[in-house]
């Protein structure tokens, strides 16, 4: 067990919102994920969807009985089950025929170590914290609740319709693609036209990208891409482990598009400079039109050592830098990368950048302007329309409907399955996000005059 020697009980819990929670401080204690959770009940003879279980505590309600003996004995309390029941059992009937949503909430989780949250306790939840039933409604309906019972509840409820309303009015707009443009290099994204362009940038109508209107790959796709048109321009991608897991997805745009032809070669953990003795060779034997550069890390100046061999060539490549997508534990880490590395590199070479990275964060949330959201990370967003009709919605009944960014207990990684070899063969709302936004620039330069 991860989280101290004594696992948090229910009995400060009068509402159905607080027992959810005090049942995810049990799960943070036990430092197993739903997943892990629903194996061990089965082993031991019992039912624990993890789907039901983990929609109920997301929304704040009331679990059935029989999922809340199970997920106390799962997560290795088995002593304190009759507890748990005897609490239930009080809240269910303190509540009969109120409803059980959220607005019984008292106390906001406070920031933990590294800005972390922490549940009452000081119990850290280092996986789940960022599904929608601990973000939205403790963030936006905590914070309302008034003194007065009575006014507490009206608040209550209205901050929950007026956040929650647009998931089940309507879906959020489909995004479009937009080239926005320094003093020398161009930055690419895919966003909601509502959205203001990133600090620097400037706003142009671009031709249509012929990547922004397909279809994202099947799991067969992403297997075995289609063949690059004959004559295509060559991309190279390299990069580390997010490029790995990203490559058989971009390979599948950039080759559908008609317009480009991609070799990919990348390394775990990588960073720029482990490709320093390498890349001239690549170079030569790729002859690439596009180099893409891949990296969630680089160390001081090994960014414009690589930018120095690729402008090295006879007839240098045209390159794009992946700007990176939030770190959950350093934010301002990956804002120096992004805004004092990548983008400025860009600028003086005449490169593009991809923002990529914008795509896996808050900046993308369509219902909510999230100030510094570009670098706030979330393990759910809101479903836009591509994945709600193409099956990337991986929770569509919660909240309107959300997808998953990240797997349990992995904040970098973008694949919800392992990768073996290091390649994402499975369709990931956040990888399909993420390699849509490098193809489209990469296709946009292969393309370019």
Known sequence: MSLGNHPPGPEDATTPAEFALAMLRLKAWSGLSYRQLEKRASAAGESLPRTSIASALDQGRLPAEYLVAAFVRACGDDDAVPRWLAVRRAVAAAH??????????????????????????????????DRPGYRFWTDRVVRRSAAAAGVATLLAFAAVWLFLGPFGRGSPAPSSSSAKES???????????AKEPPPGGVSRVAAPNPVTGL??????????????????????????????????????????????????VTVKDAEPCDF???????????????VVLQFWRSSAGCADKVAAVIAGRAVPPRT????????R???????????????PLADRTGGQTADAGRQVSLAVNPYEQVAGGRYKWTAWIPCNQEERRHGLCTNPRGFG?????????????????????????????GVVRYSRVIAEAAVAAAVRP
């Open 329 to 343: 534990d350093h934010p301002e880490r990956v804002r120096r990368l992004n805004e004092e590395v990548y983008q």
């Open 320 to 327: 794009v830098w992946v700007l990176q997508g939030p770190d």
């Open 401 to 429: 409907g959300v997808a998953l960014l990240h797997p349990d207990g992995d904040p970098e990684s973008l694949c919800l399955e392992a990768t073996v070899p290091a390649r994402c063969l499975t369709r990931s709302p």
């Open 183 to 193: 003093s020398t290099g161009r930055s690419f994204t895919s966003e909601s036209p």
């Open 96 to 129: 009969a025929g109120g409803g059980s949503g959220p607005q019984g909430h008292r106390e906001r989780p406070g920031p933990g170590p590294h800005g972390r949250r922490e549940h009452p306790g000081g119990a850290h939840v280092p996986d789940d914290e």
């Open 215 to 264: 279809a994202p790959p099947t799991d067969r796709q992403l297997r075995v891409p289609p063949a690059a048109a004959p004559g295509a321009a060559a991309v190279l991608y390299v990069g580390d482990t997010i490029g790995g897991e990203t490559a058989a997805a971009l390979t599948y745009f950039v080759h559908a598009s008609g317009k480009g032809s991609v070799r990919a």
């Open 276 to 290: 320093l003795a390498r890349l001239p060779r690549l170079l030569k034997e790729a002859r690439p039109r596009v």
